[in-house]
């Protein structure tokens, strides 16, 4: 599988999709102008991947702010592993948060109980 | 002007009058145009520098961020203009930040057609009725249910506001002619006991 590397920006995030690595990490900032422009190509990626993963997945999101129009695009990333996880996967979610930001711990909460799919929340320190 | 006194000293009274009302609600920042990305990336990184500057909390700082992109974003999506041909949108509206002791209000004001009232009228009023648990049921319902619209907004604006700053929103729809009305928005985050 190709490898998705996307260097974040102020208004993006940072992307890493690597199959051999087994890194699945989304972090930084999320509000881009064209947010379905931006998630497509890591929904494609997610499409093909699922049907050709064997290993376990764990999936880290890392996420320091992001917009509404991006928490729906996070969602359809969460319901692909979700897919993945009741077509008999092995996926772990692990949703990051600043150990001081509670609405972004709060965030995890709230995907942790939509969707189906072994949901980890981790503090972080900033400092 | 055309160098007429008359009318030169009628500007910069007005000038002067808008200074001292921008100094008496405690402006920190104004604007009318149209809202881009570009817009609202100056506006929020310009707003940052001046809490960090402030020292402001970082749970203020990031509610002010957050309400300020929301709110930005949904003029810069949703605004209606008289004048433009074929319905087209050129996302224009009003943004002002204001800043007094206790408190920042962030407030949009746009254009939008007078069949948009009773459905938002409904909604933000719903918003407004709800408690935080409330909320975070809505929210939830909402990004399950909701689609991405066209636009790129997912509906759920208003609801992520009520719930980031835990105050009401304060709105109003001020008739402008039959068929357009200026629809006021105003959030509430306070700078203290987050």
């Known amino acids: 599988m190709e490898v998705i590397k996307i260097v974040g920006t102020d208004d993006t995030p940072s992307v890493t999709l690597d199959v051999a690595n087994e890194i699945f990490e989304i972090s930084g900032r ?4 064209d947010v379905a422009a931006f998630y497509e190509p890591i929904l494609d990626w997610l499409d093909k991947y699922s049907e050709e993963a064997t290993g376990k997945t764990v999936f880290n999101f890392k996420l320091v702010y992001f917009n509404t129009a991006s928490s ?3 969602l359809d990333i969460l319901l692909k592993l979700e897919e993945m996880y009741e077509g008999g996967k092995e996926v772990l979610v692990r949703w990051h948060f600043p150990e001081d930001d509670e609405d972004m711990e709060e965030a995890g909460e709230e995907y942790a109980d939509i969707v189906e799919v072994p949901f980890e929340q981790i503090s972080y320190s900033m400092d | 002007m055309d160098g007429n006194g008359a009318e030169l000293k009628i500007f910069l009274e007005f000038v002067y009058g808008f200074y001292k009302s921008m100094k008496e609600h405690k402006v920190q920042l104004v604007y009318e145009g149209e809202i881009t990305h570009q817009i609202t990336k100056a506006f929020t990184s310009l707003t940052e520098n001046n809490m960090e500057v402030d020292e402001e909390s970082q749970s203020t700082q990031k509610k002010v961020f957050h309400v300020m992109v929301e709110c930005l974003q949904n003029v810069g999506k949703h605004a209606e203009c008289i004048d433009c041909d074929g319905g087209r949108k050129e996302g224009r509206g009003t943004f002002m930040l204001c800043k007094n002791d206790e408190e920042y209000t962030i407030t949009t004001g746009n254009i ?3 069949s948009h009232i009773p459905d938002m009228t ?4 719903k918003i407004n009725s709800l408690d935080k648990e409330g909320l975070k049921q809505l929210y939830k319902q909402q990004i399950k249910e909701g689609r991405l619209s066209s636009k790129g907004g997912a509906g759920l604006g208003f609801i992520d506001i009520a719930k980031k700053t835990g105050n009401k929103l ?3 729809f001020l008739p402008i002619n039959e068929e357009f009305s200026f629809f006021v928005l105003t959030s509430v985050i306070s700078r203290y006991n987050n």
């Open chain 2, 122 to 125: 409904e909604m933000i009023d």
């Open chain 1, 30 to 33: 999320s509000l881009p102008e």
């Open chain 1, 72 to 74: 729906k695009m996070l």
């Open chain 2, 112 to 114: 939008l057609s007078k």
């Open chain 2, 170 to 172: 304060y709105y109003s």
